[in-house]
């Protein structure tokens, strides 16, 4: 008897078992050729739009008709993004598409930037139309080089669901195992690797773009002081933290960090809140704080988003900022963080900015951000404005209401600056903010102001 039931278990047993396996199978084709097909869509996307927005770009340079050339410059603007995000999504194994991503994202803009100019009444000038010919030529060799890496996954049978680890029963061969840096044997990416590779070389494209390479190249205006010995640089960071946290604090940690704005990077401990820690970076030229934040969770809310406001203001005071204008807030995670701008006479500096966050539990400022700040404060000569208030805001649209207008030097995409007359209105239930340039008339910008929790914010 009890063999029978050994028997009868373990065959139960077997039958559980390779149930459990067909429907594992199951399972992972099921991801396999969803993943396929999802990788397949994004290679095709990428493929169609880059030769839309050659096409697009095509008849731009073909036509006379500066309103036609706008119609293009827009499509094409339009194709290049889609094409740029595309390419974010699909699985390029052994290489990352960098220089091809900045590529596309660069020629979107460039082409919305033209588009823009032709809208406002300006022409192309003939580098510029030069400049749009060698880009539509570059897209050209980007699309023939995608046509090469399509046929060369049909005609092997590959399949982009390899990337993923969610192999195909029974294939012989995948993407994943021939597609490999661009040093080794064919694979089927080479192509496009090496078109890639040839984005890298392309001459710089500078334009009034917010991806013109010469903004990568920025240099920061407002440090100001030569360089500071590490040994300085952790006394700031120190003193800094003991004020936002009315506390003292100990270098924990010590490394060098080179972004926008080289820095040393300290870790700091409360030395009096073992739990607490805060990282701040320090700027090498000038020992600026550029950043502090403080890791510690914030609880249940004491104070309220005036409270918080006031001690953002008086912290800035205390750290030398004079004359800061708030100007939008906003609550995350029971911290209230506001936006301030610097002021100068009538005139609120938007370039010039420095984020504080208050804990609205006791108060303690856990966040600081200046960096717009430093890479952008300068003595500044600000135009004198050509038009009155007056005349500004009669160039706003009659169907909304005026409610308030001031000066702001406002930044553009480019890198550039403008004065303006912010002008807020407001049609039905929305709230908006007009720029109108006080040199020349002209509406510069427009942003909506959206109510959220805690706060407001601009798109």
Known sequence: ??????????????????????????NRLTLANAVEAGGQRDFYNLLNYVEQAQVSMGKSLASSSPRQQAVHLTE????????????????????KPVNTSKFLSQTSDYNNYLAQKLARGEEMTPQEWQQLANLKAEMERLAA??????????????????????????????????????QASPGPL??????????????????????????????????????????????RATNFSNAA??????VQAIRT???????FALRLMDNRRPNVTV?????????????????RPVTAPALDASTAQEKARAFLKSQGFGDMQPTYTVRTDNNQVITFAAKEGDVILYPD?????????????????????????????????????DQARAKINPGVKIEGTRLALIPMPGGSEKLTYEIKTRLDNTSYLTYINAQTGEEEKVLQIVDVPGGQLTM
């Open 1 to 26: 008897m009890a063999r029978k039931l050994s028997t009868l278990f373990l065959a139960l047993a077997l039958l559980v078992a390779v149930g459990w396996g067909l429907w594992e199978r199951a």
């Open 279 to 295: 990282n701040v970076d320090v700027s090498k030229q000038g020992g600026q704080i550029i950043s502090l934040l403080n890791t």
């Open 76 to 95: 094409a603007w339009n194709q290049a993004a889609a094409a740029q995000n595309s390419l974010s999504q699909l699985p390029t194994p052994g290489f």
């Open 245 to 250: 946290s009315n506390s003292t604090y100990r």
């Open 353 to 389: 900015q420095v984020k504080v966050k208050v804990a609205l539990d006791n108060g303690e400022i856990t966040g600081w951000d200046a960096t717009p700040y430093y890479m952008a404060h300068h003595e500044r000569d600000l135009p004198r404005q050509r038009l009155t208030a």
């Open 190 to 235: 080479d192509g496009f690797i090496n078109t890639d590779r040839h984005l890298q070389t392309l001459p710089s494209l500078n334009y009034d773009g917010p991806f013109s390479s010469h903004l990568e190249k920025q240099q920061p205006l407002g440090l100001g002081g030569g360089e500071v010995a590490q040994a300085e640089a952790e006394r």
């Open 145 to 182: 080089s995608l046509h090469q890496t399509e046929g060369q996954v049909a005609g092997k049978a590959l399949r982009w669901s390899s990337f993923y680890g969610t192999r195909m029963p029974a294939l012989p061969r995948t993407i994943a195992r021939l597609a490999v840096p661009a």
């Open 257 to 263: 960090s080179n972004g926008r704005i080289p820095a």
